[in-house]
């Protein structure tokens, strides 16, 4: 039951979707990958990191 | 044995020069510098705490064989542990080379560090190339039949053949490991050695101080 109730969900049997633009082809898999890298090296620039206020009133 | 005898061994040289390149409270430090207080800097770390995950995993699955890691569910979970891991690995590496990129993370005498990083990027690809072959699956049989071309056509398929099981799997559980983990070792001994690189302001500061006190 388990694993028809996850294929329900996300089903795979299926040829891979591809996006094209011009000579450059890529799966949707890796630019959704790579969209979540680029979203999380800004979000590392911008985020506040826990303690940092108290470290530098430390210093 | 006499002081100058002692002087001359190479245990004691070694251990002197180990010593004053890396003393005790560089190798573990009590504290960083403030400006290490921000999420870019924790992606080194990320990346070793999934390299320990993805060599753990890997270990298991060595000592039950595909037959498990293909046929029982705790294999399959295993094997996908090994995976998803691997993906963390490469995941947090990028973000790592793009932080440090864009810092020029090579100032300040860290040219070794900046390069033995882009030779562990280098070496953690034809990994997990090794690793897609070895799954000794049709999605490996894919792969291991399209590289083969580019490998040919470089001219190292004499050596580093895709279509050999054997070879491949070896390099990927022997051979590359032991190369990454040294790698690594090396890396983070030279981030230790060197510090983490200040942000251009703090590093114009120590240069026009530095300047200021000749």
């Not at chain 2, 094997?79 to 947090?92: G, K, P």
């Not at chain 2, 799954?135 to 895709?162: R, V």
């Amino acid at each position: 039951m388990g694993p028809l109730l996850y294929a329900a969900l996300l089903p795979l049997n299926h040829p891979g979707h591809f996006l094209h633009w011009h000579f450059i082809e890529i799966s949707v898999a890796n630019t959704i990958v790579i969209g979540l890298m680029l979203l999380t090296f800004v979000a590392a620039l911008v985020l506040p990191f826990p303690g940092r206020r108290r470290r530098k009133e430390n210093q | 044995m006499s002081t100058s005898e002692i002087d001359r061994q190479w245990t004691t040289r070694l251990r002197r020069r180990a010593l004053e390149k890396l003393p005790p409270e560089k190798t573990l430090p009590d504290s960083q510098p403030s400006y290490v207080s921000s999420w870019i800097y924790v992606f080194g770390v990320t990346t070793i705490s999934a390299l320990i995950v993805v060599i753990a995993t890997g270990c298991v699955l060595a000592l039950r064989g595909p037959t498990w890691w293909h046929g029982s569910s705790i294999g399959h979970f295993v094997n996908s542990l090994h995976l998803w891991s691997v993906e963390i690995f490469f995941f947090a590496m990028v973000i790592h080379l793009w932080g440090k990129y864009f810092m020029a993370a090579w100032r300040g005498g860290r040219a070794m560090t900046w390069i033995t990083g882009m030779v562990l990027f280098l070496v953690s690809i034809v990994t997990a190339l090794t690793g897609y072959v070895s799954q000794s699956n049709f999605d490996s049989q894919w792969i291991s039949t399209q590289a083969k071309d580019a490998i040919n056509a470089s001219g190292g398929g004499a050596y580093f053949n895709l279509l050999n099981f054997g070879q491949m799997l070896m390099w990927h559980i022997v051979l590359l490991p032991l190369v990454l983990v040294f790698l690594v070792a090396v890396h983070v001994v030279l981030v230790r050695i060197k510090g983490v690189v200040p942000p251009f302001e703090e590093d114009a500061g120590q240069q026009s101080a530095g300047a200021s006190h000749e």
